[in-house]
């Protein structure tokens, strides 16, 4: 017997990342899933998407658990896209039950004016708004909607300060997330359908590990006109958190997302609930 024995789960950005640990630990308790990811780099973000061959090892994984997966390629700024690769996966497993908006970017690039603004609002923000609003409709009481946050946005000179404009969207569509979880939780409670949101702190993957985050980190070194490496922010890293750490792994947000799509936390809704080691204790607070 899983926790979600019978429930079907959509999860946007599932191509590698927390994405793919929450399709791996929802399935692991008996959830079909409905995997999105965009599949292709987006100009504004110095570092690659997830792949084809990413979300194909997702679907593997998932499948070797011995769950149901329907893998689609789909950008969450579509939502016609969304919408064809929901429809997908209705057809296959007839129901969807929990929603992950996990999908996200830092991007900090400006090909053109504000680039990296426009497109971190259109996937940080709009897309889990678009990922909700696809869904939605296809909810009954008893589902769980879960947006993927963060306590940067939650915090004041984190990736705002970054200099660039991504950065800026970045905290703004996080900080956005609070008020949309405590505005439309209230709307959808009456329908016995649950809306959360998780804040992480740093996490292990690729939009925390690539160049422009070490940089960040490490202002220091780039002023000395050097190129940070992972070692040098690796030394940085733990300032962000009071408790003695570099950052959480993904496997710790599922857990997080196992309970709030589960029973266990049935009359949880409208909560941003922070993942982030007293991250937000230590920092000055955006909101
Ligand atoms: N890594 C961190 O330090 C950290 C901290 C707090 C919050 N977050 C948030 O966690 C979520 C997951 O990110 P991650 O840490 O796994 O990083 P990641 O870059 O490994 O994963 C993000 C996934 O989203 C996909 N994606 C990006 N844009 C998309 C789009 N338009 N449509 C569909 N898929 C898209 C990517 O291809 C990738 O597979 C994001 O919302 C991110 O903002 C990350």
């Given at each position: 017997m899983g926790?979600l ?5 959509f999860i946007t950005g599932?191509?590698?990342g927390?994405g793919?640990?929450?399709a ?9 899933i409905?995997a999105v ?14 792949s084809a ?6 679907v593997?994984?998932v ?6 997966i329907v893998?689609?390629k789909?950008d ?5 896209q969304l ?6 996966g209705l057809a296959r497993f007839?129901?969807?039950d929990i ?7 830092l991007?900090m690039k400006?090909?053109?004016?504000i680039?990296g603004?426009?497109d971190g609002?259109?996937?940080d923000?709009v897309g889990?708004?678009?990922?909700v609003a696809?869904?939605?409709?296809h909810?009954?009481?008893?589902a769980?909607?879960?947006?993927t946050g963060?306590?940067a946005g ?6 705002e300060a970054?200099g660039k404009?991504?950065g800026?969207?970045?905290s703004?569509a996080?900080r ?6 405590e505005?439309l939780a209230?709307?959808l409670a009456p329908?016995?359908?649950r809306?959360?949101a998780i804040h992480p702190?740093n ?7 690539n160049?422009?985050i ?6 220091d ?7 940070p490496?992972?070692e040098?922010a ?10 003695p ?7 710790d947000?599922?857990?997080?997302v196992?309970f709030?799509a589960s029973?266990d936390?049935?009359y ?11 991250s937000?204790?230590k ?5």
């Amino acid at each position: 017997m899983g926790k979600l024995d019978g429930k079907v789960a959509f999860i946007t950005g599932a191509g590698r990342g927390q994405g793919r640990s929450h399709a791996i630990k929802l399935a692991s308790e008996g959830a079909d899933i409905i995997a999105v990811d965009i599949c292709e780099d987006i100009p504004s973000v110095n570092y690659e998407m997830a792949s084809a061959e990413d979300l194909a090892q997702t679907v593997k994984e998932v499948e070797a658990l011995g769950r149901g997966i329907v893998a689609v390629k789909a950008d969450v700024r579509l939502k016609e896209q969304l919408k064809a690769a929901l429809d997908q996966g209705l057809a296959r497993f007839g129901r969807v039950d929990i929603v992950c908006a996990n999908a996200g970017i830092l991007p900090m690039k400006d090909n053109t004016l504000i680039e990296g603004f426009i497109d971190g609002m259109d996937v940080d923000f709009v897309g889990a708004h678009n990922t909700v609003a696809v869904v939605a409709p296809h909810l009954q009481a008893g589902a769980s909607i879960i947006i993927t946050g963060s306590t940067a946005g939650l915090m004041k000179n984190t990736t705002e300060a970054m200099g660039k404009t991504g950065g800026v969207a970045y905290s703004f569509a996080k900080r956005l997330v609070f008020q949309y979880i405590e505005t439309l939780a209230l709307q959808l409670a009456p329908h016995s359908i649950r809306l959360n949101a998780i804040h992480p702190t740093n996490v292990n993957t690729r939009l925390l590990q690539n160049d422009d985050i070490y940089s960040a980190f490490r202002p220091d070194l780039v002023a000395e006109g050097k190129t940070p490496t992972r070692e040098d922010a690796e030394v940085a890293f733990p300032f962000m958190q009071p408790m003695p750490i570099s950052f959480i792994e993904p496997g710790d947000v599922s857990a997080l997302v196992l309970f709030l799509a589960s029973e266990d936390s049935r009359y949880i809704t409208g909560l941003n609930i922070r993942l982030d080691a007293g991250s937000m204790l230590k920092g000055e607070r955006a909101i």
